[in-house]
């Protein structure tokens, strides 16, 4: 077993920098658990921790196959305040996820260039708890953005992949595609599976070349000018989620 007696160790520097810096996640391929369930639940989700750090008061470690690393006091503390609380992080491989096993789900969501992190955490956590798979274009967040992570509490159940949004846009053309323009023109909640629900990023909408390929569209009627884009997500996929049954009867919802 390794022991760390100072903030200034090497491995913390390290270990700061990956929640603080999407370059060094995407280049090691790597980020950062906090506290012992997120761990459990990466692990048992199908993800590979690499080591696990704890303070020398921690209680119940996970049960994980890593390079384990004691800590003195005050050294989680300097990683981040969420570490200092818990007491017990991990650094973990980030997963690795096809397009056709996104697609597998015949639930899909796609998020162009969607941009904050609490959003992309609720959504993802939806997702997880409808069985979608999930696509982002280039410019959305970083799904292993500490916020993101947080948010998502180590269950990394949902397939995502990241592209352009032209190969977006080819993918789903297979697709039953449904479109979330601020606008009730082609609005319709009869769909067919599989599909995929668009939603774009949060101040622009989404953006007109989704017209082309959509079947239809899902117009939220609302007293207020727009519903967070993580609420109509939400919203939207419950509504997806009646499709299986309606299915086996050839109906449509």
């Known amino acids: ?43 048992q989700s199908g993800g590979k921790v690499l080591e696990l750090l704890y303070s020398k008061d921690a209680k119940d470690l996970p049960k994980v196959n890593a ?10 503390e300097a990683v981040s305040d969420v570490a200092g609380d818990q007491g017990i992080i991990a650094v973990a491989q980030k997963r690795d996820w096809t397009p056709q096993q996104v697609l597998k789900r015949k639930r899909i969501v796609v998020l162009e260039q969607l941009q904050d992190p609490g959003n992309l955490g609720t959504i993802l956590r939806t997702a997880a708890a409808f069985d979608y798979g999930v696509i982002l274009t280039t410019g959305s967040a970083d799904v292993y953005n500490p916020k993101v992570v947080r948010a998502l509490a180590g269950n990394f159940l949902v397939p995502f992949v990241y592209m352009t ?26 769909w067919r599976q599989p599909f995929a629900i668009v939603l774009g990023n949060e101040g622009q909408g989404l953006t007109e070349s989704w017209r082309r390929i959509a079947k239809a569209n899902a117009w939220i009627p609302s007293k207020v000018e727009s519903l967070n884009v993580s609420v109509t997500s939400a919203i939207l996929m419950w509504e997806g989620t009646k499709i299986g049954a309606a299915k086996s009867s050839g109906d449509l919802i």
């Open 1 to 43: 077993m390794r022991f760390i007696e100072s903030p200034k160790n090497p491995k913390i520097k390290e270990i700061k920098k990956l929640l603080s810096s999407k370059k060094e996640r995407d280049e090691k391929g790597q980020f950062v658990l906090e506290g012992p369930k997120a761990i459990e639940a990466y692990v």
């Open 67 to 76: 390079v384990v690393t004691q800590c003195a006091p005050g050294v989680m």
């Open 165 to 190: 949004g032209s190969e977006a846009l080819e993918l789903c053309k297979t697709l039953f595609v449904v479109t979330t323009y601020k606008s009730s023109e082609n609005a319709d909640f009869r």
